[in-house]
């Protein structure tokens, strides 16, 4: 069974960073595209980036609200996915999901909830 | 980015009806050279992720009631809902896969 679960959500100030953790198992990590989505509560879903596999040179997208204020990466000897997150502002509080990325059908965690607020 | 409009925003449908959910692309989402269409439909409930109904726009995800069944070509598309039940409550949401980003519509809230 495929899982992914993500971590590391929390309150955090304004202008703050924060590092997400989605740790995968049931698929072959090593050979997944994985992406990072969040969601404003009461909003559409928002692709925000994404990294392909090892193999394809772990080459990563963003989409331009996190263009150089986000990083994905990977640790495959880890099984596990990581969002940093640094100078966060209010918009960027959401439900962050970690999900394959590739071909479908694709694969969701069930979230983790990233409030920026003084 | 590619846009995709959903219509209508929300929609109450009675039990045992059908419930029809409608998506229009700003450009193309069908590939030529497969002759597939790069748009999914998602289901969404309270405190849960979305979860994946249809994909290539009519290939119906394993798992799901066949009373959900997705149509179009192109830029039009249509998500059918036959034998509406309750715990088919919920916000759904079209998809683009064609392109980077992926992009979501606004999604349809459905009551019953």
């Known amino acids: 069974e495929v899982q992914l679960v993500e971590s590391g959500g929390g309150l955090v100030k304004p202008g703050g960073s924060l590092r997400l953790s989605c740790e995968a198992s049931?698929?072959?990590?090593?050979?997944?595209?994985m992406a990072w989505v969040r969601q404003v509560p009461g909003k559409r879903p928002e692709y925000i980036g994404h990294i392909k596999s090892s193999s394809d040179g772990a080459t990563t997208s963003y989409t331009d609200p996190v263009k150089g204020k986000f990083s994905i990466s990977r640790d495959d000897s880890r099984r596990t996915l990581y969002l940093d997150m640094a100078n966060l502002g209010v918009d960027d509080t959401a439900v962050y999901f970690c999900?394959?990325?590739?071909?479908?059908?694709?694969?969701w965690g069930q979230g983790t909830l990233v409030l920026v607020s003084a | 980015d590619i846009v995709l409009t959903q219509s209508p925003d929300s929609l109450a449908v009675s039990l045992g009806e059908t419930a029809t959910i409608n998506c229009r692309s700003n450009r193309s989402v069908l590939y030529r050279s497969n002759n597939k269409n790069y748009l999914a439909w998602y289901q969404q409930k309270p405190r849960q992720p979305p979860k994946l109904l249809i994909y290539w726009a009519s290939t119906r995800q394993s798992g799901v009631p066949d009373r959900f069944s997705g149509s179009g070509s192109v830029t039009e598309f249509t998500l059918t809902i036959s034998g509406l039940q309750a715990e088919d409550v919920a916000v759904y949401y079209c998809q683009q896969y064609y392109n980077s980003p992926r992009t979501f519509g606004q999604g349809t809230s459905l009551e019953i």
């Open positions: 999900v394959t990325y590739g071909s479908l059908p694709d694969y």
């Open positions: 049931g698929f072959s990590f090593t050979k997944a595209w």
